[in-house]
């Protein structure tokens, strides 16, 4: 259960309205007054789809997903597609909307209700202030890219309860080329370390065709060092979709050996591979 | 906001709560995007391989920090290239 009340959550949250400084992109950008960044986000956040799933990790399921529109990263491969980058799309979150939503997926048997996107951090200010409207909130898991400042990350603390982490590119010329953000390994490593003192932590990677070198080993090196405890989850099921036929490396599935090849070694480097 | 507004936007954004995405790959890998547990049962009643579906029927009773062995070569990927 929280700590933190998420009401006093969300009006520390509100600046970020005025002056957005959710994400590593720092647009300063007021939302408040129509002015938009790089998500191109509002003040509004949107929900499109909402449902309990089982596919997600073992120690998640049934799990609650709300999925929002609207995401600070232009993944290539991205399954959600438009979903994700256009924070226009879908149903308004308010109080009422999620309090219902929570007794629909508490009958359902959902253990946690888990914000996805698109990206949460830049929904960040409704999501709190929806929250703080709702009674008998069940766990928090927050699904993130991780590209949140230091200052998103601090609105979370005593709020969310696990934190499910996408490490997606091990260098920064990959993040560069596909998601299209600078800096992307440091600020990923930083906020990995400061989400681990706060929540509990799950660190997801999708392998990528032709990204076990560049990318899957530099990851599972650094979490060997520095957080060889953590639950870490290799998912194997990548298929083309959106702009990823754009690019070569991505045109194709994930060849079937590569999954079990990053399995055997991240046991190897003594991760506490999960799923 | 009245209750019957919140339940008529409920049922809009649950318009995709009831449809589960399902590719088979010409190599037979099944991958799965928005699993629900009776998905996971039929592919459990067909004998997929793997731990993949096993270990999430099973989930309701693993906690965070349990301890998993790595999972042999899964014939069921659940779920895939999911946004953050």
Known sequence: MPSVSTATRAAQAADHDRQCLLCEHRCGVNRSAGELGRCKAGTEARIFRHRVEHGEEPQLVPSHLFYLSGCDLRCAFCIAEEKAFDPRIGTLLDAPFLQQAIVWGRERGARNLQWVGGEPTIHIPAILRALSGCRDTPPIVWKSDFHATPEALELLRGVVDIHVADFKFGNDACAERIAGVPRYVEIVERNLLLARESADLIVRHLLLPGHFECCFLPVARWLAEHLPEIPFSIRDGYLPRWQARHHDDLANPLPSDIGPLARREAAMLGLNVVG | ?84
């Open chain 2, 1 to 84: 906001m009245t209750a019957r507004r919140v339940s008529r936007q409920q049922v809009r954004a649950d318009d995709e709560c009831t449809v589960s995405d399902i590719r088979i790959g010409t190599d037979g890998r099944v991958h799965v995007f928005g699993t629900s547990r009776e998905i996971l049962e039929a592919l459990a009643a067909i004998g997929v391989r793997g731990d993949a579906v096993r270990l999430r029927l099973a989930g309701a009773s693993v906690t965070i920090g349990d301890d998993h062995s790595p999972s042999s070569a899964p014939a069921t990927r659940t779920p895939d290239n999911q946004p953050s």
